[in-house]
Nanobody, 125 residues
Framework: QVQLVESGGGLVQVGGSLRLSCAAS????????MGWFRQAPGKEREFVAA????????DYVDSVKDRFTISRDNGKNTVYLQMNSLKPEDTAVYYC??????????????????WGQGTQVTVSS
């Protein structure tokens, strides 16, 4: 079992920045691929970014490339999402997730075994 707790969400103006954190506890953090997903009101949950176990490879949805950066600190059992140049369409609840069985990396939510409770990000125009 892995417990995930997100933090760092909030209200920010267009063009601003936020840094989300996801602290993991339970099993060995470095055994898990970590991902960030988001869900806006009335929309399905969508993939945002993911990072491999070692942190050596990262994947992003096209809409956040060059604006968001996912990183992880296996010594601190934490994954981060640095979000810059925020846009109103980035408004959503952001969830971190951990995948145990995946080889490589995944954008598919059903590949992830554990989820945090989510943190709200609101970008005002």
């Amino acid at each position: 079992q892995v417990q995930l707790v997100e933090s760092g969400g909030g209200l920010v103006q267009v063009g601003g920045s936020l840094r989300l954190s996801c602290a993991a506890s339970g099993r060995t953090f470095s055994n898990y691929i970590m991902g960030w997903f988001r869900q806006a009101p009335g929309k399905e949950r969508e993939f945002v970014a993911a990072i491999t176990r070692s942190g050596g490879y990262r994947d992003y949805v096209d809409s956040v490339k060059d604006r968001f950066t996912i990183s992880r600190d296996n010594g601190k059992n934490t994954v981060y999402l640095q979000m810059n140049s925020l846009k109103p369409e980035d408004t959503a609840v952001y969830y971190c997730a951990a995948a145990w069985k995946v080889i490589g990396i995944s954008r598919t939510s059903t590949d992830y075994d554990y989820w945090g409770q989510g943190t709200q990000v609101t970008v005002s125009s």
